[in-house]
Structure formats: structure tokens, C-alpha cells
Nanobody
Framework: QVQLVESGGGLVQAGGSLRLSCAAS????????MGWYRQAPGKQREFVAV???????TYGDSVKGRFTISRDNAKNTVYLEMNSLKPEDTAVYYC?????????????WGQGTQVTVSS
């Protein structure tokens, strides 16, 4: 059973930076993809960024140019560097990973980490 553990959330002023980490355990296999979603109070969960096997990265429109996703294969960890943070970035950030499962695949979620950006 794959487990994802996020860390790095906190309170920051607008314009500041934070770095989130998501460490995967319980598997010896490389993921098909690992990424981040976020959910603000009263809103649906929103795609933030993903790092796909092979090195392709994709970002949500609201974070392009400000956030950077990266991965450390040796540590099976994905990072989200968040710069120029805005109050509207306030949300619980969830790590998501997709791993091969037989002939199919399975997705896993972390427990979430709170990011609060004050104005």
C-alpha cells in the first residue's frame, strides 16, 4: 500500500514563498505521475501541477510562472516550490500519485497540508 506524506505548509505573507514536499513509501516502483491538487474552503479540488514519468510537467493556469514542481527519484519525493504567493493560493494542498497496479494503475492521496497566505 503506497503512502504519501506531505510537509512544508504554513502561514506566509503575500509575495512570499513556501516549499511543499511529498514523500512516497510502501513501494519500490517509480510512479506514473506525482503531483499536487488544492482545495480552498467551499470550493472544489483544483489541479495545481503534475510531474509525469519521463519528465513532463504540467501546471494549472492559476499557478503557471509562480510554482515549480520537481522530483527526487532516489527519495521518491516530489516538491512544489511556490513563489509570489497570493491570498487566493490559500488552501489545503494534497499530494497525488499514480502507480502501476498489475495491468492497470492506482492513485493515492496524501492527508493534505494547509497553506495560508495573508494579505
Amino acid at each position: 500500500q503506497v503512502q504519501l506524506v506531505e510537509s512544508g505548509g504554513g502561514l506566509v505573507q503575500a509575495g512570499g514563498s513556501l516549499r511543499l514536499s511529498c514523500a512516497a513509501s510502501g513501494t519500490m516502483f517509480s510512479p506514473n505521475a506525482m503531483g499536487w491538487y488544492r482545495q480552498a474552503p467551499g470550493k472544489q479540488r483544483e489541479f495545481v501541477a503534475v510531474f509525469v514519468r519521463g519528465g513532463t510537467t504540467t501546471y494549472g493556469d492559476s499557478v503557471k510562472g509562480r510554482f515549480t514542481i520537481s522530483r527526487d527519484n532516489a527519495k521518491n519525493t516530489v516538491y512544489l516550490e511556490m513563489n509570489s504567493l497570493k491570498p487566493e493560493d490559500t488552501a489545503v494542498y494534497y499530494c497525488n500519485g499514480n502507480w502501476p497496479y498489475g495491468s492497470d494503475s492506482r492513485s493515492y492521496w496524501g492527508q493534505g497540508t494547509q497553506v495560508t497566505v495573508s494579505s
